[in-house]
T-cell receptor, first 114, second 114 residues
Framework: DTGVSQDPRHKITKRGQNVTFRCDPISEHNRLYWYRQTLGQGPEFLTYFQNEAQLEKSRLLSDRFSAERPKGSFSTLEIQRTEQGDSAMYLC????????????FGSGTRLTVV | AQSVSQHNHHVILSEAASLELGCNYSYGGTVNLFWYVQYPGQHLQLLLKYFSGDPLVKGIKGFEAEFIKSKFSFNLRKPSVQWSDTAEYFCAVRADTGGFKTIFGAGTRLFVKA
């Protein structure tokens, strides 16, 4: 299966700790997106990359959040000093450049901050 | 800013009933429109998309959607639902000035009774 992979699937952390999630997109896809989803809501846009360049960040993304995509391959999303409000499903998706494409999503990382 | 509104949060139907899920978006320019589906325990996947041309688009599993520009709508339809259509459905829009990010609605949970 060459879909989008996310690791870990679940993460439980204590408030104030730092966490890092990883996303491996489909190898041919230049664009990579991070979304956050809470119960009863649709995915909310956080940020996206084209190759290694981070082209847009949502205002939802506070200074505690940082994302990278070194070498334009996998991406990491780090949350520093986690808060209970950060508890959510973090989704990664990828797509090719150009043309009429939707996203291919990963299974997500469920973060619980206790 | 673009937004997406899904009319129903929960829908319950019996097998063989017809389905129509409402979706409206707010943006006056050119848009790309999508429906994604999330089956229980699975990740989000693309059901169908509209980019240009025929406003009636057909997707997988017998689903279709009609883009009505004058109504800013992109409703999802299926003539006869099956128990296996039980899932959460998300309408999404990408605007021509929105970069490459896609904005999602809050979702509609469909339960089909056997």
């Amino acid at each position: 299966d060459t879909g989008v992979s996310q690791d870990p699937r679940h993460k439980i952390t204590k408030r104030g700790q730092n966490v890092t999630f990883r996303c491996d997109p489909i190898s041919e896809h230049n664009r990579l997106y991070w979304y956050r989803q809470t119960l009863g809501q649709g995915p909310e846009f956080l940020t996206y990359f084209q190759n290694e360049a981070q082209l847009e960040k949502s205002r939802l993304l506070s200074d505690r959040f940082s994302a990278e995509r070194p070498k334009g391959s996998f991406s990491t999303l780090e949350i520093q000093r986690t808060e209970q409000g950060d508890s959510a499903m973090y989704l990664c998706a990828s797509s090719p450049t150009g043309g009429a494409h939707g996203y291919t999503f990963g299974s997500g990382t469920r973060l619980t901050v206790v | 800013a673009q937004s997406v509104s899904q009319h129903n949060h929960h829908v319950i139907l019996s097998e063989a009933a017809s389905l129509e899920l409402g979706c409206n978006y707010s943006y006056g320019g050119t848009v790309n429109l999508f429906w994604y589906v999330q089956y229980p325990g699975q990740h989000l996947q693309l059901l169908l998309k509209y980019f240009s041309g025929d406003p009636l688009v057909k997707g997988i599993k017998g689903f279709e959607a009609e883009f009505i520009k004058s109504k800013f709508s992109f409703n999802l339809r299926k003539p006869s639902v099956q128990w296996s259509d039980t899932a959460e459905y998300f309408c999404a829009v990408r605007a021509d000035t929105g970069g490459f990010k896609t904005i999602f609605g809050a979702g509609t949970r469909l339960f089909v009774k056997a």
